[in-house]
């Protein structure tokens, strides 16, 4: 096949690990693979841990919903100005808007993915050469939420299972954060306040996890923030406290979950995370449940705390059953490379 100039941007951190292993093999058969990277939670800390080359690019503006559409164009017009530099021949993202309108002002061929339905998706519906969704996602979904049938490609499974397998568990990590390898290790992610769907619901229900957590003596509680802001009000409300660690720097957040012995998060990737490992994983996501999330309530490897009351419930302990080494799911991956490199021919 003829060599190709890719485009990825990377708009917000769960999307490093998922592109890793794609862009490994994208230039391992030989194609040039440009990145871009906004600066939102911690993606460039990230890509710089698993040492992938980018470019950042823009910023979030906030979620206020006319900062969020100033913070599209100002993106839009910091890409065009790089990517007209750029030969490229397709453009690939996970949700990135920016990308998408760019990659449509300059008529290059684009592939959206994701996998949440209740996210603002008409412009990757309208302008995107290719949308994949998870096979999870009912046909009468799309018809719903405006996006034409004949743009779509399924992929088996869940977009966690393109990396799970790439990872080796590290021990370091214990001694990284400070923390005995006898003590409970809870790890708790908040909302993503800065989220379109955000419900502030979300947020009393973590307060209230990590507060219970905090109050059990054998636990300790490894709090991954999403903001310098939400840092902050942490560092603010539990000065000093022996039971809460927050990490200074970005951390392997798979390897840090494949250590620990529950996990309470508002954010769907972590959670879809732990739920594929195996591990006791509690959701304090209160906007609309996505249909993959529901998928793994129903098999029992995922639950979502309702109240306060929930919270209480919750019995941190030591896991005593080691963890099974996860599998890469090379089906999706051969889907997503496919779609990537043909995306051309539309």
Avoid at 11 to 20: C, G, I
Avoid at 181 to 199: E, F, G, I, S, W
Wanted: one cysteine or more.
């Amino acid at each position: 096949m003829t060599r190709k100039c890719i485009w990825i941007d990377i708009d917000n951190s769960p999307h490093v690990l998922f592109f890793a292993p794609i862009v490994k093999q994208l230039q391992e058969a030989g194609h040039e693979v440009v990145i871009t990277a906004r600066a939102c939670a911690q993606t460039h800390g990230l890509l710089e841990l698993h040492q992938i080359a980018f470019v950042p690019i823009g910023r979030h503006y906030g979620k206020a919903l006319l900062s969020k559409i100033a913070g599209l164009g100002i993106r839009s017009l910091q890409l065009l100005r790089f990517v007209r530099r750029q030969k490229i021949d397709v453009a690939v993202s996970h949700g990135s808007r920016s990308l998408v309108w760019t990659s449509y002002l300059m008529r290059i061929p684009c592939v959206t993915l994701y996998d949440y339905e209740h996210v603002f998706t008409g412009i990757f519906n309208k302008f995107s050469t290719k949308v994949l969704l998870p096979e999870l996602i009912p046909d009468n979904i799309l018809g719903s939420i405006g996006l034409d049938a004949t743009k779509v490609v399924r992929y088996p499974g869940f977009k966690e299972e393109v990396y799970l397998g790439d990872f080796q568990p590290d021990s370091e990590i214990y001694s990284q954060l400070g923390i005995g390898k006898d003590q409970v290790l809870v790890t708790l992610r908040p909302p993503a306040t800065l989220a379109h769907y955000h419900n502030p619901r979300s947020e009393l229900l973590f307060e209230a996890a990590l507060q219970h957590i905090l109050a059990q003596k054998a636990a300790v509680a490894v709090v991954l923030p999403r903001t310098e802001d939400q840092r902050i009000d942490l560092l603010r409300s539990y000065p000093s406290h022996q039971g809460l660690v927050i990490p200074e720097k970005p951390v392997d957040g798979l390897n840090l979950l494949w250590h620990s012995d529950l996990v309470i998060s508002g954010g769907g990737t972590m959670n879809r995370e732990a739920a594929l490992l195996g591990l006791p994983v509690f959701s304090v996501f209160s906007g609309k449940r996505g249909i993959l999330d529901q998928t793994l309530v129903e098999q029992g490897k995922l639950h979502f705390l309702q109240s306060i009351a929930d919270v209480q419930h919750i019995v941190p302990r030591k896991r005593e059953v080691c963890l099974p080494s996860p599998q890469s799911n090379k089906r999706i991956i051969d889907v997503i490379l496919k779609e990537i490199l043909t995306a051309t021919e539309h």
